[in-house]
């Protein structure tokens, strides 16, 4: 059983650089066409995805982060990384890390469809 | 961008209930939809993908279906472990996006 679990500061300063790890187990994070994503909640609202990375890195973001945000996967320590930066108030948020199954198959590659394996969370408060 | 208008926001229900709730695409997106559960202070759980393909291990009073704008998900029979929130989401090669949620309260 595949079993994902995130860790990283719960509190980050405006303007400083938000760095979350997911650290997979029961599992490899090289597995064929997966791709690994994180995906937000800010307290009381609804999900948001972030992005997704597969094992060769190559990654793809929602693009109103797109500027800020970066996935690395370090396929050593069977883990992947988030890092947010020049971080708000406004990120302020639950941070889930997750399998996102490599279905899609499009313009020669395959993309995430589903996310069917998941960390339990992280809340990271952006505050002074 | 595809957006994802899920309804109603929230609704009120009893054991026993027939549950619905719908998911409405911007544009047609196939069936590229997945249905997910929340409960508060948990991780959400896959329960259908590829629209109405139920996920190993999910009871089958849950069900969903559509295909391009029009999607639904059903309880046919509430029970009161499913009291929570639930989500849709689409996915493409350029993106993936939720739906707002849809919380059922027990009346």
């Known amino acids: 059983q595949l079993h994902l679990q995130e860790s990283g500061p719960g509190l980050v300063k405006p303007s400083q650089t938000l760095s979350l790890t997911c650290t997979v187990s029961?599992?490899?994070?090289?597995?064929?066409?997966?791709?690994w994503g994180w995906i937000r909640q800010p307290p009381g609202k609804g999900l948001t995805w972030i992005g997704s990375?597969?094992?060769?890195?190559?990654?793809y973001y929602t693009p109103s982060l797109r500027s800020r945000v970066a996935i690395s996967v370090d396929k050593s320590k069977n883990e992947f990384s988030l890092r947010l930066t020049s971080v708000t108030a406004a990120d302020t948020a639950v941070y889930f890390c997750?399998?996102?199954?490599?279905?899609?198959?499009?313009?020669?590659?395959?993309?995430?469809?589903?996310?069917?394996?998941w960390g339990q969370g992280t809340l990271v408060t952006v505050s002074s | 961008d595809i957006q994802m208008t899920q309804s109603p926001s929230s609704l009120s229900a009893s054991i026993g209930d027939r549950v619905t709730i719908t998911c409405q695409a911007s544009?047609?997106?196939?069936?590229?939809l997945n249905w997910y559960q929340q409960k508060p202070g948990k991780a959400p759980k896959l329960l259908i993908y590829?629209?109405?393909n139920l996920q190993r291990g999910v009871p089958s009073r849950f069900s969903a279906g559509g295909f391009g704008t029009e999607f639904s998900f059903t309880i046919t029979s509430l029970q009161p472990e499913d009291f929570a929130t639930y989500y849709c989401?689409?996915?493409?090669?350029?993106?993936?996006?939720f739906g707002g949620g849809t919380k059922v309260e027990m009346k």
């Open positions: 997750a399998r996102h199954p490599g279905r899609h198959y499009s313009g020669n590659n395959y993309y995430g469809a589903d996310f069917d394996f």
């Open positions: 029961g599992g490899s994070i090289d597995g064929g066409d997966d791709f």
């Open positions: 990375v597969n094992y060769g890195g190559r990654a």
């Open positions: 544009q047609g997106i196939s069936n590229y």
């Open positions: 590829d629209s109405s």
């Open positions: 989401q689409h996915y493409d090669s350029l993106m993936v996006t």
